[in-house]
């Protein structure tokens, strides 16, 4: 059972947090993740504790962090020689070293986060018996990387929209160069089926037994989504959606937006779900609670968000809606008082 970190609207105490990042084949990448998770950067992170453990599940060349300098916080690097080309045996190990009361696990190195994820998700712990804390993907660019890499969307364009926002400077600009991943296309409005940076007890991890390594494709298949699906259904846990923050994708070759995709359609990837859980995988449903804060430079994101909305839920806006009874010629005094 969790001890309730909040009583009576007094701070108790703040729970240390352990983030588990994995890496493969992505020091460009992992450089600017690490960055993102540095005091330096996480604003209000001041006074809380917390670590962050990178595990480099079998680079090609092994992952050199020492560019990013001194974070803040303890940061320990794990080299797996031996590794697979599933992540999930990378996640547990990540999540055994770590000595946190909550563990929060990126499995995909390559996501940076805004400048509030830190304080926000130790806040949003204090709200629940059984928080289940989940920061919400996009992808870096227009639209999904699948897409956009057929347009020609690349590294050096990446790169030359992270120079345009002056990031790491003002890590919430990155909404404005940024799209909802497919996962969670409603942003903060609609429900998720996965996220990418998901903070949990480390009892709860451990009695729902972690990462499925039964998932054994690469990139893990649906395993992030298994996990997100397991924790958000456990009967005891509170979905709670950080607003005003997210994670957010570099385009670096991995399995859903470069070349080793090919081959492994969605459906693939779910008849190995559906020999694991016995039925093809569906989102949770349970509605969350969403915390957080919001400010103009998420207004591009919100947008998309709406758009979509509106898309999938036929749904009219205001001008649409009142069209019709403000049609010139219509006979205003009928609906004068």
Known sequence: MIRNWFQRGRKVQRPKLSFVVIAYN????????????????QKGSE????????????????????????????????????????????????????????VAVMIDGARMLSPG?????????????????????????????????EQGYSKHVEDRLLED???????????????????????????AS???????????????????????????????????KRVV???????????????????HGGVTTGERQQGHSFEELNEEYRRLRGEGFTAPEKSPLVFGSLNPKHAPALLSACEKIL????MKTVSEQCAPYLAPGKDSEAFSE
């Open 47 to 102: 006074g809380i504790e917390y670590e962050v453990v990178v595990v480099d599940n079998g680079s090609a060349q092994p992952l050199d962090l020492s560019a990013v300098g001194d974070i803040g916080v303890p940061l320990r690097l794990i080299r797996r020689d031996q590794a697979r080309v599933s992540p999930a045996d990378a996640i547990n190990i990540g999540v055994a070293h770590t000595s946190g009361e909550f």
């Open 311 to 314: 898309e999938t839920h036929s």
């Open 194 to 228: 996965e996220s990418n940076c998901i903070c949990v007890s480390r009892d709860l991890y451990d009695r729902i037994g972690g990462y499925d390594e039964g998932f054994e494709m690469p990139g893990g298949g649906l395993v992030n989504l298994d996990f997100y």
């Open 26 to 41: 992505m020091q460009r990448e992992a450089l600017r993740t690490v960055e993102s998770l540095s005091r330096r950067y």
């Open 117 to 149: 994820v830190v304080r926000g998700a130790v806040d949003a712990i204090g709200l629940a018996r059984e928080p289940v804390v989940a920061v919400l993907g996009l992808h870096i660019g227009p639209a999904h990387q699948r897409e956009t890499v």
């Open 165 to 191: 926002i002056g990031w790491p400077a003002d890590g919430y600009r990155l909404f404005e160069i940024s799209s909802w991943g497919g996962s969670c296309a409603g942003g903060w409005l609609l429900g």
């Open 233 to 251: 259904e456990w009967p005891d846990s509170t979905l709670i959606y950080l607003a005003g923050e997210g994670c957010f994708h570099q385009l």
